[in-house]
């Protein structure tokens, strides 16, 4: 079980990933996302995710320049967005997502969506990319199982992540087993339900034996399950709350209780129909 917020979980090609994270979807460039991820920095967070569709490429650069801290000692993740699939189109994107970051290699590379007739192209130039090493590692996001065998049917290299959506609402069971089986890791988006799960009265009762916030209750459900997480805040006070993870642990039937929540309700789009 990780202890700490620095702690790595050991990606397939045997790159290390921290489990813990910032997300920065829907936060904005410039002063706001500079603010976010200097917080998030500061407070032990090692790990910041981004991607091309949020727009703040730029500021999280910023931010990562003034942080002080090594480059090496930082993990950083970015996506290609959907109208950018396709070979040459994504090592385009790749090249002015690295130009707006400010940086020359990417610990992360990430296939957004499985936009339909372009991901496996897609997936091909970030294998090149992750073979002339400006990738460390590599993978996809918001991919189902059937996404994932039909891409595994062709690719060279199995994904190292999978980014889907998970929370007490949206367990993803049976994605999970799949993805243990090809030793591809689970990371959560909107671990949070975006903020609407916040308000469960079985995991608010679970908080308050814990003395915990609702919010912290889920994130280290999520550790305890073996997930990487990357909860987004824009305030200093809740970047901190969400780390503050470590002192307290859940008991088996507290995992069951949370994992009972779920009702395969997302908050934001299946991935099997998405018009974007
Ligand atoms: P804010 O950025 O104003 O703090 P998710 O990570 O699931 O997308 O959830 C993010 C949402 O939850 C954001 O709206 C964020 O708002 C809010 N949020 C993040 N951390 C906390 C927290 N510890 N307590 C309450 N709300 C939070």
Not at 51 to 60: D, F, L, R
Not at 86 to 110: P, R, V
Not at 118 to 135: N, P, Q, S, V
Not at 137 to 165: K, R, S, T, Y
Request: hydrophobic share 35%; with cysteine.
């Amino acid at each position: 079980m990780i202890k700490s917020l620095q702690d790595t979980t050991t990606l397939h090609n045997g790159v290390k990933m921290p489990m813990f994270g910032l997300g920065v979807w829907q936060v904005e460039d410039g002063s706001t996302v500079i603010h976010s991820v200097k917080s998030a920095i500061k407070a032990g967070y090692r790990a910041i995710d981004t991607a091309a569709a949020y727009k703040n490429e730029t500021g999280v650069g910023q931010a990562i320049k003034e942080s002080g801290i090594p480059r090496e000692e930082l993990f950083i993740t970015t996506k290609v967005w959907n109208s950018d699939q396709g070979y040459e189109s994504t090592l385009a994107a790749f090249d002015a997502s690295m130009e707006k970051l400010g940086l020359d290699y990417i610990d992360l590379y990430l296939i957004h969506w499985p936009t339909k007739g372009k991901y496996k192209d897609t997936w091909r130039a970030i294998e090149k990319l992750y073979k002339d090493g400006k990738a460390k590692a590599i993978g996809v996001c918001n991919f189902h199982q059937h996404h994932l065998e039909d891409l595994l049917a062709d690719a060279e290299i199995v994904p190292m992540v999978n980014q889907i959506e998970l929370h007490p609402l949206l367990t993803q069971k049976e994605l999970i087993d799949y993805c243990r089986q090809k030793d591809i890791k689970v990371e959560a988006y909107s671990p949070l339900g975006s903020g609407k799960v916040l308000d469960h009265p079985d995991i608010a009762r679970i908080a308050e034996i814990h003395g915990k916030s609702v919010a912290q209750v889920i994130l280290r459900w999520d550790l305890q399950n073996g997930i990487i997480v990357i909860p987004k805040s824009t305030k200093e006070s809740r970047i901190i709350e969400n780390s503050d993870v470590f002192d307290f642990e859940l008991s088996d039937e507290e995992m069951k209780r949370i994992d009972q929540c779920n009702k395969n309700e997302r908050v934001g789009a299946d991935p099997d129909n998405f018009n974007f």
